[in-house]
DNA sequence: CCTGAATATTGACCGCCATCAATGTAAGAG
DNA sequence: CTCTTACATTGATGGCGGTCAATATTCAGG
């Protein structure tokens, strides 16, 4: 039950890889990963929620009414974005908050201009 | 048999959107049908073999073989890609060689931080 | 026109995924 | 301990997506 990590050598490369590499097979299938996570309109409205919350995290049932789904959907699809790296979880009492994982939307973008 | 142009307004912000709404439902769908073109390790590598080419495009020919796939697949994910808008493609002859859209990585990168 | 080469398209198969209903788990209230 | 609330998990179902074989299309050469 592990959240599998997505294994992260976080800053491999101080700036920019030697950029005359192609991106192996298996390098590829880590980063599909994410990009799949990222590939739901729901996951993104949910990101996008928890995201703009002030206090920079939602519980749940703040999640479920407003995209109109039902609620083990929701813990579904948030359990993806934890997977993923994207999301933080937090349990406190009954409720679980969810906030935005720290630096992950910039690892992102990291991958996107190393490709 | 027109390519569903996915209507982008180029620049409908010129920077920074409010930062105060929350992603919609059809902006979502949107948004995620580029993160869908990329959430396949073989799109991926696509991406990264023509970015790395020297002289900016490929051929299908030269695709198929590095990712160990037929050439009906190949073709299948690079209309994908060229669907999502990430790729350009310009057929010269027989051949048709693919090479990265202007701005296309940078406009990805621009839904990450503005989500 | 005919042939061959490069690419696109079609159809079929199979596995994965989003969703929901039902149930399980855990923690606070009484 | 019992009940309720908030969330996670399981099992089932329908549909989408990646892959390949076969076929179609398009173009250059003779």
Redesign the interface.
Known sequence: MNALPILEPATKEACCPP?????G?EA??E??II??A?????R??L???V??EASGESCVCDLTE?LDLGQPTVSHHLKILVDAGLLQREKRGTWAYYSLAPGA?DK??GI??N?
Not at 19 to 23: D, Q, W, Y
Not at 38 to 42: A, E, G, T, V, Y
Request: net charge positive; no cysteine.
């Open positions: 950029a005359g590499t192609v991106l097979a590829a299938k980063k599909a990009f799949k990222l590939s739901d309109p729901n993104l409205r990101l996008s929620i995201k703009a407003p939307l992102v973008a996107l201009a490709l």
